[in-house]
């Protein structure tokens, strides 16, 4: 069983900044998804197995960086710039089993529970 879990959210002034983490039990391709209210999941960023490639939606381009630390099997997401439409559930994601696009959900096999980011305006 893959474990995920994620930390690092809370409440932030527009114009900050914060670093999500996501502890995982092993090496994956990995991915972020956010979930805002009344909204659908969408895709936020992804690192591949590998390290060597990442991708972004077109919305947070720039100002979000995807990494990883392979010593702890850490994945995080440096969010720089908040917004208020930036508020959201983030999601973990890990790719275990298959393959596909790194923007579709149905890519990740594991998911975190989910930690919160409020960005104040």
């Known amino acids: 069983q893959v474990q995920l879990v994620e930390s690092g959210g809370g409440l932030v002034q527009a114009g900050g900044s914060l670093r999500l983490s996501c502890a995982a039990s092993g090496h994956y391709a990995m991915g972020w998804f956010r979930q805002a209210p009344g909204k659908e999941r969408e895709f936020v960023a992804a690192?591949?197995?590998?390290?060597?490639?990442?991708y972004y939606a077109d919305s947070v381009k720039g100002r979000f960086t995807i990494s990883r630390d392979n010593a702890k099997n850490t994945v995080y997401l440096q969010i720089y710039s908040l917004k208020p439409e930036d508020t959201a559930v983030y999601y973990c994601t890990a790719a275990v089993y298959g393959s596909g696009s790194y923007s579709d959900a149905r890519t990740y096999d594991f998911w975190g529970q989910g930690t919160q980011v409020t960005v104040s305006s």
């Open positions: 690192l591949s197995w590998s390290g060597g490639s990442t």
